[in-house]
């Protein structure tokens, strides 16, 4: 949320000049603070990431049935909605 609040500010400088100055404070240009408190915060997400197991799920296919089974009773479903041109029902 830092990072992309950051980025507004960087696209929209004059936003800071509305904000309260609990906020206008970070994000300034060249402010050390701002830059700690972010390095502080990917630092603490990517050790929080680190101990999850850092597990490398990506995306798959999602597809109900068994593939050997699926070939053993042919290579279409018995009621095919639209017939491909290699199946004979």
């Known amino acids: 949320m830092a990072v992309g609040y950051l980025g507004v500010l960087a696209a929209w400088p004059g936003l800071r000049n509305g904000l309260p100055p609990a906020l206008a404070w970070f994000g300034r240009p060249n402010s050390a603070v701002t830059i700690a408190v972010v390095s502080a915060l990917l630092v603490?997400?990517?050790?929080?990431?680190?101990?999850?197991?850092?597990?490398?799920?990506?995306?798959?296919?999602v597809k109900g049935g068994s593939p050997v089974r699926d070939l053993?009773?042919?290579?279409?479903?018995?009621?095919?909605?639209?017939?491909s041109p290699g199946c004979l029902h």
Do not use: I, N, W, Y
Not at 45 to 52: G, M
Not at 72 to 83: E, I, Q, T, V
């Open 72 to 83: 053993d009773s042919g290579a279409c479903p018995p009621r095919s909605p639209l017939k």
């Open 44 to 61: 603490v997400f990517a050790v929080a990431l680190a101990r999850s197991g850092g597990s490398t799920r990506t995306a798959e296919l």
